[in-house]
């Protein structure tokens, strides 16, 4: 099979390519990214080896380009990645979150239409659902739970999702979505909350928690979303959702002192500081769909994860040092000015 991946040199979408070029070696990988701020490829340098694996640099919503490419290539499933990820920066600048998350989607699935390719799979967030009381710790976004995006970033995505199930009404496009919970694991860019505190807590900098860092988020290893998104782009029922997740709520402020225990670092380094606009309160999600149709499950529990992605980082220092510097800087200069 010919199969593209969008965003393929961001965290997810890196994670993704070495999945499919490790589990499908029969199959075609072409990984296509712009190269944002997010996008690096340092983190696809190890797919070179590959005889199957080929890159290239463009814009998902420039239509010229992305239909040339998609006369020429024949793809039988593009799988979308790319996509403006960070809550903050979407709070700080909503337009490019709207052009990329939702004109580029919508310019992908044209030329998927245009070209015949046979599946179109969008990855896709539990932040469509917005969030969950702190306080009911049994209830759990299910694929029925309707959307009530919070942030700039999730309300991008939840117009996305919309669009994906349109096409696959109106144009009979063949879709799946899938929305997962929050990853961790290598290659995550460092403004996202784990790699940002590893980062900190290694050069012993403040560590900013939102709030009061009672916030919840459901963690998954990148590795076990990769193995979800695989078995639904390629199993999954035309037309449906499929959330992912393994059921491991953890506080912020949990998440942030584990860290500190690991990298044997004070707990004096939390440093609390005012909370995000609009902070979603609690993400939970029910996998149980995908677990009975397609035998999805996950393999990390979050003590292993955890301890294997401080040490990738800590062995990483020169991958880190080279994207905290530039745009990293004044980026995070703004976003954390008061400390
Ligand atoms: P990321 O920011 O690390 O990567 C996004 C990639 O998309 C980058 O490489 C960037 O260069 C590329 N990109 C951005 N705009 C583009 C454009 N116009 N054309 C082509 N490429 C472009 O994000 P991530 O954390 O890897 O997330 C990937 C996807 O997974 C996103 O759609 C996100 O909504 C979704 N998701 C993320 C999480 C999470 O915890 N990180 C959880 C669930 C779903
Ligand atoms: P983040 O990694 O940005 O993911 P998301 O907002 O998409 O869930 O943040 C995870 C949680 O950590 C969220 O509740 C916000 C919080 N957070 C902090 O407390 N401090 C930080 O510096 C960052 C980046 C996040």
Known sequence: MNILITGAAGFIGSNFTYYELDKHPEDRIVALDLLTYAGNLKNLEGCKKYPQFSFVKMDIRDRDSIYKFFEKENFDIVVNFAAESHVDRSIMDPEVFLSTNVIGTEVLMDACLKYGVKRFHQVSTDEVYGDLPLETKDSFFTEETPL??????????????????????????????????????????????????????????????????????????????????????????????????????????????????????????????????????????????????????????????????????????????????????????EMYKDI
């Not at 700039?152 to 696959?168: F, T």
């Not at 560590?207 to 782009?233: E, S």
């Not at 584990?258 to 707990?267: N, W």
């Not at 990738?312 to 530039?326: F, P, R």
């Open 148 to 333: 009530h995006a919070s942030s700039p970033y999730s309300a991008s995505k939840a117009a996305a999702d919309l669009l994906v199930n349109a096409y696959n009404r109106t144009y009979g496009l063949n879709t799946t979505i899938s929305r997962c919970s929050n990853n961790y694991g290598p290659y995550q860019f460092p403004e996202k909350l784990i790699p940002l505190m590893i980062n900190n807590a290694r050069h012993d900098r403040p560590l900013p928690v939102y709030g009061k860092g009672i916030n919840i988020r459901d963690w998954l290893h990148v590795y076990d979303h990769c193995a979800g998104i695989d078995l639904v782009m390629r199993k999954g029922k035309n037309g449906e959702v499929y959330n992912i997740g393994g059921h491991n709520e953890k506080r912020n402020i949990d998440v942030v002192k584990t860290i500190l225990k690991e990298l044997d670092k004070p707990e004096s380094l939390i440093t609390y500081v005012a909370d995000r606009k609009g902070h979603d309160l609690r993400y939970a999600i029910d996998p149980s769909k995908i677990e009975r149709e397609l035998g999805w499950k996950p393999v990390y529990d979050f003590d292993t994860g955890i301890k294997e992605t401080i040490e990738w980082y800590l062995d990483h220092e020169e991958w880190m040092n080279e994207i905290t510097s530039g745009e990293y800087l004044r980026y995070y200069e």
